[in-house]
């Protein structure tokens, strides 16, 4: 089992900064993969950036440059930096786990980005 708890969400204005947390806990030793996913109203959910455990990254071709995930393994929490935020950037962003030694994937619960004026 592994818990997922996402963070960091609120309203900011376009142009600002947001830092989003996810904090893992359980059998996090078995996670190979985190990945930041993102659906917005009326949308599907998309990858948004992912790290895996030997540190590579992969991020969503349209958010190069903006995004930036990284990790605190002391902390066990995967985090994503995101910059120049635009209106369209608003959405929930969910955290993935994903181990080949894991039963199932797990998702958080989400955190609500709203990026207005």
């Known amino acids: 089992q592994v818990q997922l708890v996402e963070s960091g969400g609120g309203l900011v204005q376009p142009g600002g900064s947001l830092r989003l947390s996810c904090a893992a806990s359980?059998?996090?030793?078995?996670?190979?993969?985190v990945g930041w996913y993102r659906q917005a109203p009326g949308k599907q959910r998309e990858l948004v950036a992912s790290i895996t455990r030997g540190g590579s990254t992969h991020y969503a071709d349209s958010l190069k440059g903006r995004f930036t995930i990284s990790t605190d393994n002391a902390k066990n929490t995967v985090y994503l930096q995101m910059n120049t935020l635009k209106p369209e950037d608003t959405a929930v962003y969910y955290c993935?786990?994903?181990?080949?030694?894991?039963?199932?994937?797990?998702w958080g619960k989400g955190t609500l980005v709203t990026v207005s004026s």
């Open positions: 993935h786990a994903e181990g080949r030694g894991l039963p199932q994937d797990y």
């Open positions: 359980g059998t996090i030793f078995s996670i190979d993969t």
